[in-house]
């Protein structure tokens, strides 16, 4: 039986229920993407595997679903977004509240690329255990840099090897809506000090409308997660970025599903978000 590993409560917890989405979609004959190490982190948290049930254990096998799909959606998209950016020469990657994701390890890399992943200790300790028992091996090169992002994290990134005149590439999925909007725009500000002309910026935005944020809040057996939302940016992401150097873009998520075959819930934007650094 595989050793049971401690996993951060709270946030880091939620990390768990991303790696069951993504061992689940691993399974299926027409999945859109592979991760063949999600399966080795719920066994190693003591979880069931992704054969054994639904990605999303809320209580509620409708709400299950489509945080399931969500998150399948989310993934392919920003995949796709990231080898695109680091194709188009975005080599250094950073992947904020890095939290389970395998991205260096199951994305085909272009030569050079350099990712960091920064989340809380205790999650990357549990990461990094579980991925030696896997021998799992990176496709580019990786760093990984405990921190708090709440926090000064930006010095730590650079003394750990990252060049702020380089394009880079940022991911933060599913991280804002767990950040008040201070934490939020502290963040982004640091994002965008950190940011040469060029670089691109992807980030999921909780939309407060949105069905599965409205069926969440009032699941009783999602009450847990609900009370960990701080909301992220109090206002639309699209201006807020206007006004700090980055043009920017939403994709509407039923437009993504419809593209991948898939079921895509409704039409709201879906609060995936794209943007590019300008000059100046």
Do not use: N
């Amino acid at each position: 039986m595989t050793e049971q590993r401690a996993v951060p409560t709270g946030v880091g917890r939620t990390a768990l229920g991303v790696a069951a989405a993504r061992a689940r979609e691993s399974l299926r004959s027409d999945r859109l993407f592979e991760d063949p190490l999600a399966a080795a982190f719920l066994a190693a948290a003591g979880w069931p595997g992704p054969e054994q049930r639904p990605a999303a254990p809320t209580g509620d096998p409708a709400l299950g679903e489509s945080m399931f799909h969500h998150l399948v959606i989310r993934t392919r998209f920003f995949d796709d977004r990231l080898l695109a950016a680091a194709a188009d020469g975005c080599l250094q990657v950073v992947l904020t509240a890095a939290g389970l994701d395998t991205r260096a390890f199951r994305l085909p890399w272009p030569d050079g690329t350099a990712l960091y992943e920064i989340d809380f200790p205790g999650m990357l300790d549990f990461k990094e255990r579980v991925l030696a028992e896997q021998q799992a091996r990176p496709l580019c090169r990786r760093t990984v840099l405990p921190a708090d992002l709440r926090e000064d994290w930006g010095g730590r990134l650079v003394a750990a090897g990252f060049d702020p005149g380089a394009r880079t590439v940022w991911l933060a999925e599913g991280l804002l809506i767990y950040l008040s909007p201070s934490e939020t725009a502290g963040l982004l500000t640091e994002v965008g000090a950190l940011s040469a002309p060029g670089s691109r910026l992807f980030f999921t935005h909780p939309v407060p409308d949105s069905t599965v944020v409205r069926e969440v809040r009032t699941t009783p057996s999602m009450s847990g997660l609900a009370t960990l939302w701080q909301g992220g940016l109090d206002e639309d992401p699209s201006d807020w970025l206007a006004r700090h150097g980055w043009q920017s873009e939403r994709q509407d998520r039923a437009a993504l599903a419809a593209s991948y075959g898939r079921p895509g819930g409704s039409g709201s934007r879906g609060g995936f978000h794209s943007a590019v650094r300008l000059p100046g």
